[in-house]
């Protein structure tokens, strides 16, 4: 037998008897349970303090699902778990190549999710170091990202804009439109999948999430991607009435 695989064996059932997170054994989605390695993340990251106790799912995305969790000081987190086997390794591939800040150059699948977790984590933090309100990054490990949980006290999840009804929507799409400006000129990045869906609203304000694929400027691909961004923010906030072009953000953006 191999001995290294006994070995990781004997680990995981040595932390699984611990039982260190609590709830985690019930934790299915459909019928995906989580697989070794995340297991393994996931008690790793409890051991460091990041969670103790994990809740029900938020969101089941194509990519990546997104649990309430509490971590060591009874605070509400945010845990994003991509899936490792149904995970868009093209897109993955596409967009980490060409990002001068990976040398990633593998086709591995673990590999390429570890590197896309890590850029949704400095997208995050670089956004975040520049005042734009995205959820705190808290740490990034294999195939999990955990953040701040954005909603109330209670532990309810903000809901995104296309769910929500917007009582001062110009406000909101001043807010978006300069926080679009800050992620272009101070953190010098493009989101790259910006459209209500990816935008939470919190007690009337805006919230952008889901960064992975945000892009360096000097990406080739930056300019279109900018361009989508633009057309997306157009279009979600003419159907709920307020007018704007494309001219006019971009305009505001790049003044
Ligand atoms: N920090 C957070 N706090 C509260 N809820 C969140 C947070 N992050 C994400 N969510 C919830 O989870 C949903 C999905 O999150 P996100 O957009 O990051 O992933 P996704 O769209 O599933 O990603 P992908 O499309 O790459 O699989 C959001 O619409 C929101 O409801
Ligand atoms: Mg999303």
Redesign the pocket.
Known sequence: MNSKVSKADADLRKILAEKRIKGIEDKRVGSEVFDKQTLETLYKLAKMGYIKQLYGV?????????F?GLDDHGNFV?V?I?RITTSDFKKMKNYIHGDPRFRVRTSNKRQLVTAWVSKEYRNLKRAHDVGIKV?KPLIAKNNVLI?????DDQGN????MQESVLSEPQKVLNKVIEYMKKLYKDAKLVHG?LSG??I?INQGEPII??I?QGMVLDHPLAMELLNRDIDNIVRDFNKIGIKITKDQIKAKIMD
């Open positions: 938020i969101s089941t995305g194509k990519e990546a699902n997104v309430r945010a994003k991509y959820p953040m701040e949980f954005i909603g999840p903000a809901l995104p999948d869906f990816n939470l999430i889901d992975s």
